[in-house]
């Protein structure tokens, strides 16, 4: 079965276009950076996917989030995952997000249970940046909300 997640790609127009991604949480990613930011996202099987993608949001960042939806189209990841997303301008503050937490044993093989943030830190991104920090598989979803933008078509 293809897993689906769904998300919000938050964005805002200050002196530049800018983006709001999320770092995965978790001692994989500690040490990465380039490549391995995302729209704040997550997995859903039989539900609504704006309906997830707005919960998902408030799970990775503390925040609820409304506004005038934008459909951007779907993308697909190396690992094979379909990303549903919708672009939405609001405003944030990066510092003071909460995001729920999961467990995995750490160090491997230790036996010792550790609890880890989903999301360990999260920031606002001119749009030439976050080219380079987000996920490349997502790299799309940033030329459809700047071309929705300029244009007014997806």
């Known amino acids: 079965m293809i897993k689906q997640s769904a998300g919000i790609l938050l964005y805002r127009r200050s002196y530049d276009l800018e983006v709001f991604l999320v770092h995965p949480g978790g001692p994989f990613f500690s040490n990465k950076d380039p490549g391995v930011w995302s729209v704040p996202k997550g997995e859903y099987t039989d539900e609504d996917p704006l309906t997830a993608a707005i919960r998902e949001f408030k799970e990775e960042t503390g925040y609820d989030i409304e506004g005038n939806f934008i459909p951007l189209s779907s993308v697909k990841q190396k690992s094979g995952k379909i990303v549903t997303v919708w672009a939405v301008e609001g405003d944030v503050d990066q510092r003071l997000i909460v995001s729920n937490t999961f ?4 160090p491997p093989r230790s036996q010792k249970i550790q609890s880890f943030p989903e999301v360990d830190r999260a920031e606002w991104f001119p749009i030439g940046v976050a080219r380079q920090k ?3 598989g997502q790299v799309p979803l940033l030329d459809q909300l700047e071309n929705f933008l300029t244009t007014g078509e997806l």
């Open 103 to 106: 467990e995995i044993t750490w």
């Open 134 to 136: 987000i996920n490349v």
